[in-house]
């Protein structure tokens, strides 16, 4: 399958850019976090370090105070007063200040700890003139003593302002050391707040890819890949609701399945790739014909497209199932090439509270009866009576043309200002062997609905033209009218047909109309204006029957290959007395001679609306007021007895 499923491009750039920053904020995340937990490691040593040097701070402090102390009682142990108090005073100081200053020096990293070192040797130095100072103070000799001190007060000094300067570097150390735990301690609650941000929005990243993730899922798992219409599932689903919000209520949700005849042919001749275009085409012309929103058309199978409708009359299925036969009539162009597709549907209309399987297999069950006879929609019917009277009518009509019980009818063409006769349409009657002469209303809806139909209309051609040629052995120049389907014209071969029609008969195309309705025109503008020019290439004219009922566009009215409007009898009835049925025909009337159209009237039953059709200036009328459909036989004899000559 080279098609990408239209489910993948919808909300997946939205997914693409959402796992993108997802990704992103995890990566963030992760790195945040190490970071974090590196800040956090390395905090018990940071922790350490401050403890230390605060207590260093504290020891400086000691150290001082000792080194101040010692210094004090040296020099006042001189005075001679009380020599031997001070002596043991400084006894009992000497090791403490040793003390105190080792461990400072044990604990100062580098340079300083060298300076402690100094320092501490340089206290050594001291504490050993402190030995000889005992000594001499033991003598009593206080000069000696007093030169001692004297001589020692360099060495003091040198400790001391040492001591402040390691105590001064000791002390900005401890201040940066702090205010690197500040910036450290400021940095890990930022970096926390951070994480805990960072967290939540990968927490709701990721929480709203699931969302759409599970969104995507689901629609997948609801959704035909490749047309992008609901599939059985979803529209099982649906036919639930519906089956459900109908109750017992009058109008039941009907259900048509369509399958198409000849997809096969298709997928094997031409491949998958045009076959899945193919479909998805015909998905998009089936979606056009129902309601938008109340209505689902999905794809159940391979070639099989299921219809539900809602809140509808029961022959809205019939309606809906000829649009779709109608939307498919024009060939499908797929890379270039034109692909006919025909398709065989089914109906059923469900009942109160019946299961959905059920509903499903009758319209298939009824689609099956389509296809093995060729008829284009039929109803399921427990009984199969309305199945079974119809396939013995298409059955009784092909049988009906093998043994020619078709016959036509004529009814003369009459030009409203003169009376003359300008040609004769024919009018279809099956003899039947026991129901009589029937009507065309009898089987002609049903074989349209058949590819039988092309055989009959090329049987009435047939039999026209040899009518045709018949009058004009007989010196009568009469043109004779036919009636043809939209699937007909729609052929691509009918022009051909006719062409071999008119060859066969002998008869010149001016002799031949053909008569075809607004709807037939509409069904397919491009293909109809195309056939339409390729017959009247031939000589033949074309008019347009049932004017004003069906819908046709201005636009395309303009273009039509055209030579005739035949105003719809409805707007004929009692046109002399109806004043809107007269403005009607007056504005086609105009409308004709405005395109360069001449204008018929069907269905004149009284002299009143002839006289109007006279005063309106239509060119044609036909009618039961001129005449009947008619017979040959009585054909021939109203010719022969008419006043006005041929
Ligand atoms: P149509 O083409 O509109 O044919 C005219 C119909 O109006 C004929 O009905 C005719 O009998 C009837 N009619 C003529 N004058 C009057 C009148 O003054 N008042 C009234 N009320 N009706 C009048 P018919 O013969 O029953 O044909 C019905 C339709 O069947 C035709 O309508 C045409 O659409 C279709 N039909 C007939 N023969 C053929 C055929 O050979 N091929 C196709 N495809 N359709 C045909
Ligand atoms: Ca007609
Ligand atoms: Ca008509």
């Known amino acids: 399958m080279a098609m990408s499923p239209p489910f993948l491009s919808r909300g997946s750039r939205g997914n693409r850019v959402g796992r993108r920053v997802g990704a992103m904020l995890t990566t963030s995340?992760?790195?945040?976090?190490?970071?974090?937990?590196?800040?956090?490691?390395?905090?018990?040593?940071?922790?350490?370090?401050?403890?230390?040097?605060?207590?260093?701070?504290?020891?400086?402090?000691?150290a001082h105070f000792l080194v101040g102390r010692e210094q004090l009682l040296l020099r006042a142990a001189v005075t001679g007063l009380d020599a031997e108090?001070?002596?043991?005073?400084?006894?009992?100081?000497?090791?403490?200040?040793?003390?105190?200053?080792?461990?400072?020096?044990?604990?100062?990293?580098?340079?300083?700890?060298?300076?402690?070192?100094?320092?501490?040797d340089a206290e050594r130095l001291l504490q050993a003139s402190t030995e000889a100072l005992f000594a001499i103070l033991d003598r009593a000799d206080l000069t000696a003593a007093a030169a001692l001190v004297e001589g020692r007060g360099p060495l003091m000094e040198s400790i001391a302002g040492r001591l402040s300067v390691a105590q001064r570097l000791h002390t900005a150390e401890y201040q940066a050391q702090l205010a690197m735990a500040a910036r450290q301690a400021r940095l890990l609650r930022y970096g926390m707040v951070l994480v805990f941000l960072v967290g939540l929005a990968v927490l709701a990243v990721t929480g709203w890819l699931r969302r759409t993730d599970r969104r995507a899922i689901e629609r997948m798992a609801a959704e035909d890949a490749l047309t992008g219409l609901p599939n059985r599932t979803a529209f099982q689903a649906r036919a639930e609701v519906a089956i459900g919000a109908a109750g017992d209520g009058p109008r039941r949700p009907i259900v048509l399945v369509v399958d198409l005849d000849g997809f096969k042919e298709v997928n094997d001749s031409l491949g998958h790739y045009i076959g899945d275009k193919l479909?998805?085409?015909?998905?998009?012309?089936?979606?056009?014909?129902?309601?938008?929103?109340?209505?689902?058309?999905?794809?159940?199978?391979g070639d099989e497209?299921?219809?539900?409708?809602?809140?509808?009359?029961?022959?809205?299925?019939e309606e809906t199932a000829d649009r779709l036969c109608q939307a498919l009539v024009s060939p499908f162009v797929i890379d270039g090439m034109p692909l006919d597709v025909e398709a065989?549907?089914?109906?059923?209309?469900?009942?109160?509270?019946?299961?959905?399987?059920?509903?499903?297999?009758?319209?298939?069950?009824?689609?099956?009866?389509?296809?093995?006879?060729?008829?284009?929609?039929?109803?399921?019917?427990?009984?199969?009576?309305?199945?079974?009277?119809?396939?013995?009518?298409?059955?009784?009509?092909?049988?009906?043309?093998?043994?020619?019980?078709?016959?036509?009818?004529?009814?003369p063409k009459v030009a409203v200002g003169t009376g003359e006769l300008i040609g004769a349409e024919a009018l279809a009657r099956w003899q039947h062997p026991t129901r009589g002469l029937l009507g065309p209303a009898e089987f002609i809806p049903v074989l349209e609905r058949?590819?039988?139909?092309?055989?009959?209309?090329?049987?009435?051609?047939?039999?026209?033209?040899?009518?045709?040629?018949?009058?004009?052995?007989?010196g009568h120049r009469i043109p004779v009218a036919v009636n043809v389907s939209t699937r007909c014209l729609l052929d691509q071969h009918f022009p051909e047909v006719v062409a071999g029609c008119l060859l066969a008969a002998g008869v010149p195309g001016e002799l031949l109309w053909i008569e075809i309705t607004e709807n037939t025109v509409m069904?397919?503008?491009?293909?109809?204006?195309?056939?339409?020019?390729?017959?009247?290439?031939?000589?033949?004219?074309?008019?347009?029957?049932?004017?004003?009922?069906?819908?046709?566009?201005?636009?395309?009215?303009?273009?039509?290959?055209?030579?005739?409007?035949?105003i719809d009898r409805s707007f004929v009835k009692g046109l002399g007395?109806?004043?809107?049925?007269?403005?009607?025909?007056?504005?086609?009337?105009?409308?004709?001679?405005?395109?360069?159209?001449?204008?018929?009237?069907?269905?004149?039953?009284?002299?009143?609306?002839?006289?109007?059709?006279?005063?309106?200036?239509?060119?044609?009328a036909q009618g039961y007021f001129l005449c009947r459909p008619l017979s040959i036989d009585d054909f021939d004899a109203w010719l022969s007895n008419r006043a006005v000559p041929v």
């Open 577 to 620: 007395t109806d004043e809107r049925n007269r403005v009607l025909v007056k504005s086609t009337v105009e409308l004709g001679h405005n395109l360069g159209l001449t204008v018929i009237a069907e269905g004149v039953e009284d002299g009143a609306a002839l006289q109007a059709l006279r005063d309106l200036g239509c060119d044609g």
């Open 279 to 301: 479909l998805v085409e015909v998905g998009a012309r089936l979606r056009a014909c129902v309601r938008g929103d109340a209505d689902t058309v999905a794809r159940i199978g």
């Open 305 to 317: 497209f299921a219809v539900l409708l809602v809140d509808a009359e029961a022959r809205i299925g």
């Open 29 to 62: 995340l992760v790195v945040l976090s190490l970071a974090a937990m590196l800040l956090t490691w390395r905090q018990p040593a940071m922790v350490g370090r401050t403890a230390a040097l605060a207590s260093d701070s504290e020891g400086f402090r000691q």
């Open 344 to 411: 065989s549907i089914g109906i059923a209309t469900a009942a109160p509270g019946q299961d959905v399987g059920t509903l499903v297999r009758q319209a298939t069950a009824a689609m099956y009866v389509s296809k093995e006879h060729h008829l284009a929609h039929s109803r399921y019917d427990p009984n199969q009576a309305g199945i079974a009277a119809r396939l013995t009518l298409v059955g009784s009509i092909r049988r009906a043309l093998d043994d020619d019980e078709l016959v036509l009818h004529y009814q």
């Open 523 to 566: 069904a397919d503008p491009e293909r109809a204006i195309d056939g339409l020019r390729r017959i009247r290439a031939l000589g033949v004219s074309t008019a347009i029957d049932d004017f004003g009922t069906g819908y046709s566009s201005m636009a395309y009215l303009r273009i039509l290959p055209m030579d005739e409007i035949k």
């Open 450 to 474: 058949t590819s039988l139909v092309h055989r009959f209309t090329q049987h009435v051609l047939t039999m026209a033209l040899a009518q045709a040629r018949a009058w004009l052995d007989g």
């Open 85 to 120: 108090w001070y002596a043991a005073q400084l006894r009992a100081l000497r090791p403490m200040v040793l003390d105190s200053l080792a461990r400072l020096a044990e604990s100062a990293g580098g340079e300083r700890r060298r300076d402690l070192v100094d320092l501490l």
